[in-house]
C-alpha cells in the first residue's frame, strides 16, 4: 500500500505538469495535487448538476411519504452516499442516537445506499435500540435516488473522504439544509450559517444539536432551503459547462499569444 501510494502521487504529478492546464473539481484536490507537486495553473470545476432533475418539489415529498407508508408529520434526515467504512455513516447513526434523545418530533433517518459495511451498520442501530427510526433502503437506482431528495426535511454528511462531496449539491437543488462535518470538498456548496452547519467538532451531539437547531426552527428552515436553491443555481451543467469553455478559451488565447 506505500509503494501504492507513493507511485500514485509520483504519477499524478509527472502527468499534470505535462498538461498546459488542470482541472480539479474541490480545493480540497487542488491543495493535494500542489502538495504532489503539480506546478501548472489548477483550476477548481466541480461538476455540474442537472437543476431539470434535481429540484424541489412538494408533490413527491408526499407522494413517497404515503408509498413508504410514512406519517405526513415525521420529519425525514437524510443521508446518500455508499455503505463504507471510509463513509463513516456511524458517526450518523449516533448523532440520530443523541438527537432522539433530545426530542418529541417525530423522525426517521434514511441512510440511501449500498455497500460492504451495510450490514455492520444494521447491527450498530440495532445494538443502539433505535432500528425502529432507521431506513437502510440499500442500492437504489439513479433515477430514484432524486425522490428521497425531494422526500427529506435536510441532508446530513460526515464523510471526510470525498473528493468534492456531489450529493450535497443534489441535496442543496432540491432545497434542503445541510449539516455537515467540515471539508474543503465541499466549501463552494455549504456556506456556514447561510444554508447550513459545518461542524468542526467531531462530536455527534454538537452535530445532533445543529440537526435539530434547523428543524425546530421554522424561519431558520426557511432561511437555509431558499439560500440552499440560490447557492445550487450557481452549478448547474450549464453554468459549469460555461466556466469550463472559458478556461480552454483563456488557454487558448495564452498559448497563441506566446506563439
Do not use: W
Not at 148 to 153: L, N, R, T, V
Request: proline share 3%.
Amino acid at each position: 500500500k506505500i509503494i501504492t501510494s507513493y507511485l500514485a502521487e509520483i504519477l499524478i504529478a509527472g502527468f499534470s505538469n505535462l498538461c498546459d492546464e488542470v482541472i480539479a473539481p474541490s480545493s480540497k484536490i487542488k491543495n493535494c495535487l500542489m502538495s504532489q507537486g503539480v506546478k501548472k495553473p489548477i483550476y477548481v470545476l466541480p461538476t455540474g448538476v442537472n437543476l431539470r432533475i434535481f429540484k424541489k418539489s412538494s408533490k413527491m415529498k408526499g407522494t413517497l411519504k404515503r408509498k413508504l407508508k410514512i406519517q405526513p408529520k415525521t420529519k425525514i434526515i437524510l443521508y446518500v452516499g455508499r455503505m463504507g467504512k471510509e463513509k463513516n455513516v456511524e458517526f450518523l447513526i449516533r448523532a440520530f442516537e443523541e438527537i432522539l434523545k433530545k426530542t418529541e418530533t417525530p423522525l426517521s433517518l434514511f441512510l440511501v445506499g449500498g455497500g460492504p459495511h451495510l450490514n455492520n451498520l444494521r447491527q450498530l442501530a440495532k445494538n443502539l435500540n433505535i432500528s425502529q427510526f432507521i431506513n437502510f433502503t440499500d442500492q437504489v437506482s439513479y433515477k430514484e435516488i432524486v425522490h428521497f431528495y425531494q422526500m427529506a426535511d435536510i441532508f446530513v454528511f460526515s464523510s471526510l473522504t470525498d473528493t468534492q462531496g456531489i450529493v450535497i449539491l443534489e441535496a442543496i437543488s432540491c432545497g434542503l439544509p445541510i449539516v455537515a462535518l467540515n471539508d474543503d470538498a465541499f466549501a463552494k456548496f455549504v456556506i456556514e450559517n447561510n444554508n447550513g452547519f459545518l461542524i468542526e467538532k467531531k462530536s455527534p451531539k454538537i452535530f445532533g444539536e445543529r440537526v435539530l437547531e434547523i428543524l425546530e426552527n421554522p424561519k431558520l428552515y426557511k432561511k437555509f432551503s431558499i439560500n440552499s436553491l440560490k447557492i445550487a443555481g450557481q452549478f448547474s451543467e450549464e453554468k459549469q459547462a460555461e466556466k469550463l469553455v472559458a478556461i480552454y478559451k483563456k488557454m487558448i488565447e495564452r498559448k497563441n499569444f506566446k506563439d
